[in-house]
C-alpha cells in the first residue's frame, strides 16, 4: 500500500484502490490507465482555464502519500514562489497542501486559496472551510443501482461508462484575485463540474 492508493495485480490489470472509500476502484493495464480518473480531473482544470482565457496552470503530480504530497509540495513552492491558488485533486492531495502551507507559515485563503476535491466532511469544519469539487454520490449511487438491478432483472446492457455532473461548494478556503472565470467568459465551471468515470 502506497498512502492514497493502492495498487495490485489482478488477471493482468491494474487495480488502483482508495483505502477511504472501500469499493472505490479504477481499473487498467497500467498504472496510469489505473490513475485515469485523476487525469480525467487535471484535463476538466485545464480546459475550465483555456476556455475562461487563461492560462493553462501548473500541474504538479505530487505522489500517493499524505507524507510524499507534503514534501513535494513544500520542495515545489521553495523553488517556484507562492501561487495565488491550488487545486488539489484528491483528498490525500488537499491534508498534503495544508501541510506543506502550514509548515510555510502560507495562510488559506490569505496566502493561497485552496479547492480540494471529493468534499469530504473534514473540509466542511475545517478552518478556513475548504472549497470543494463535490460528487453526486447520491446519484452515483441510484445509476449504479439501477444498472445492477436491470442484470439481475436478465438485462444484458453491455458495460457502460456514465458521467455526471459535479457542484463546486464555495466555502472560505478561496478568494478573489482577480476576475472570476465566470466574468472572463467560462460557462460556470463546467470543466471542474463533470465528474469522474464510474
Known sequence: MEGAERRRVL?????????????????GDSRDEALANIRERVEGVRRTYLEAGLPAPQVLEAGLSFEAIGERIEHWLAGHGQPSGIVALTNFATLGVLAALNHLDLR???????????DYAWM???????????????????????????????GQEPPARLKLRCSLEIRQSTR????????????????????RER
Open 11 to 27: 488477471n493482468g490489470w491494474i487495480v488502483a484502490e482508495c483505502p477511504a472509500l472501500p469499493g472505490c476502484v479504477s481499473q
Open 124 to 154: 466542511r469544519v475545517s478552518t478556513p472551510s475548504i472549497t470543494a469539487v463535490a460528487q453526486p454520490g447520491e446519484r452515483m449511487a441510484t445509476a449504479a443501482w439501477e444498472r445492477l438491478h436491470a442484470r439481475i432483472r436478465g
Open 108 to 118: 488559506v485563503p490569505a496566502d493561497v486559496s485552496l479547492i480540494g476535491f471529493d
Open 176 to 195: 478573489a484575485v482577480g476576475p472570476s472565470l465566470h466574468q472572463a467568459g467560462a460557462p460556470d465551471v463546467k470543466g471542474l463540474e463533470e465528474a
